[in-house]
């Protein structure tokens, strides 16, 4: 009997010998399970942080170079409205200068001379000379200026002073207006004074 109690014990402690070593394997599968999971977990996690940060840092990029650019477009608009009164400026007192001009003793001269200069172009044809209104006191010097017979006439775009002949036959005009040459002085100073804004 002591033989059956005896096999019993090693069947017994066998058993849990195997028990526990099936345990342990079981654990140790479970262990390294975790592990895996733990470590997959991990990286998907890192992946998904990396791309949260990569869209976090192009947003902030792009937000920063937005600020940047509208930043660059307010400054070159004040740069731009800046030179425009400059310029504004300038040619205000250019005409003030030029209006001073066409009212004092200088001015019938001035327009004789300009009209002797350009009066053998004209000659034979029927032109017309257009001054301002205000100039229209001077038609008899100015038809004299000429040499032959013009007919004077009074034009709304002659605000400074000067005159432009035109001969619809042949399409010949001359432009002597103070206007166009105050006009042609501001295009030059635009693309010449250095003032570009870029």
Do not use: C
Request: glycine share 2%; net charge negative.
């Amino acid at each position: 009997m002591q033989n059956i109690d005896q096999v019993f014990l090693y069947m017994k402690d066998e058993i849990e010998r195997q028990a526990k070593n099936e345990e342990k394997s079981i654990l140790d599968e479970v262990k390294s399970l975790e592990d895996e999971a733990y470590e997959s977990m991990r990286a998907e996690a890192k992946r998904d942080a990396d791309l949260k940060l990569k869209q976090e840092e192009e947003e902030m990029s792009s937000n920063a170079s937005a600020e940047i650019s509208e930043s660059h477009i307010e400054r070159t608009k004040k740069l731009i409205e800046k030179r425009d009164e400059y310029v504004k400026t300038i040619f205000d007192e250019a005409k003030k200068k030029l209006l001073a001009f066409a009212d004092s003793q200088d001015y019938a001269s001035f327009m004789e001379a300009k009209i002797k200069k350009v009066a053998p172009n004209f000659e034979g044809t029927h032109a017309v000379m257009y001054v301002a209104k205000k100039d229209l006191s001077m038609e008899k010097a100015l038809i004299k200026a000429f040499g032959h017979e013009i007919k004077v006439e009074a034009s709304d775009e002659i605000v400074i002073g000067g005159f432009m002949i035109e001969d619809k036959e042949s399409s010949l005009v001359v432009d002597e207006t103070l206007d166009f040459a105050l006009n042609n002085q501001k295009e030059w100073f635009n693309k010449n004074s250095g003032l570009i804004i870029k």
